[in-house]
C-alpha cells in the first residue's frame, strides 16, 4: 500500500499562468528590438573583418609566416 501524503511530497509542484495581451505585446516589442540588434551585429562582423592592418615585418619573420 503506497502512503498517499509520502508520494505526493515527492512529487514537483508546477505553476502555470498566462500573459495578459499587454505583456504580450511587450514582450513581441522586446523581441523584435533584440533581434534587429542581433542583425545590426552579424552585419558589422563582415565590415570589421575586412579592415586591413599593415605591419612592417623583418625578412625572417616574412620568411616564417610564409609571406
Known sequence: M???D???S???SLRLRLLDND???RLRQ???TVRSWAYA???EIPERNRA???LELSEEIA???GL
Open 2 to 4: 503506497i502512503e498517499r
Open 6 to 8: 509520502r508520494f505526493d
Open 10 to 12: 515527492t512529487r514537483p
Open 23 to 25: 505583456a504580450l505585446s
Open 30 to 32: 522586446e523581441l523584435e
Open 41 to 43: 551585429l552579424a552585419d
Open 52 to 54: 586591413t592592418l599593415t
Open 63 to 65: 620568411g616564417i609566416a
